[in-house]
């Protein structure tokens, strides 16, 4: 199983990054997949996190202005990432709980991360 994101990048403050995770290999359910992020000195936090059924669960620092949401058909995350701020500037990792056989308990797994960097 892999998880690969894409989509980070450099943007102005105020600007918007949409964050996209696919989870590939054999999988036979996702349970929770999430975002966290860590920036240069700081330890790795959750950003946000959505269920199967799509309850969501976001840090106080994005409340309102991050929205993530799921496609379970294609295994995906996203991340939509408005209202920018320099203290978004991180490192961001995609996270999921993998079933990959129905007779094996979930693994967590993480993807390598995607750079966000927003100037000031």
């Known amino acids: 199983v892999q998880l690969q994101a894409s989509g980070g990048g450099l943007m102005q403050a105020g600007g918007s990054l949409r964050l996209r995770c696919v989870a590939s290999?054999?999988?036979?359910?996702?349970?929770?997949m999430g975002w966290y992020c860590q920036a240069p000195g700081k330890q790795r936090e959750l950003v946000a996190k959505?269920?199967?059924?799509?309850?969501?669960n976001y840090a106080d620092s994005v409340r309102g202005r991050f929205s993530i949401w799921r496609d379970n058909g294609d295994n995906t995350v996203i991340l939509h990432m408005s209202s920018l701020k320099p203290e978004d500037t991180a490192v961001y990792y995609c996270?999921?709980?993998?079933?990959?056989?129905?007779?094996?308990?979930?693994?967590?797994?993480w993807g390598l991360g995607t750079l966000v960097t927003v100037s000031s």
């Open positions: 996270n999921a709980d993998i079933w990959t056989q129905r007779w094996l308990p979930p693994r967590n797994y």
């Open positions: 290999g054999t999988i036979f359910r996702i349970d929770d």
């Open positions: 959505i269920t199967s059924e799509s309850s969501t």
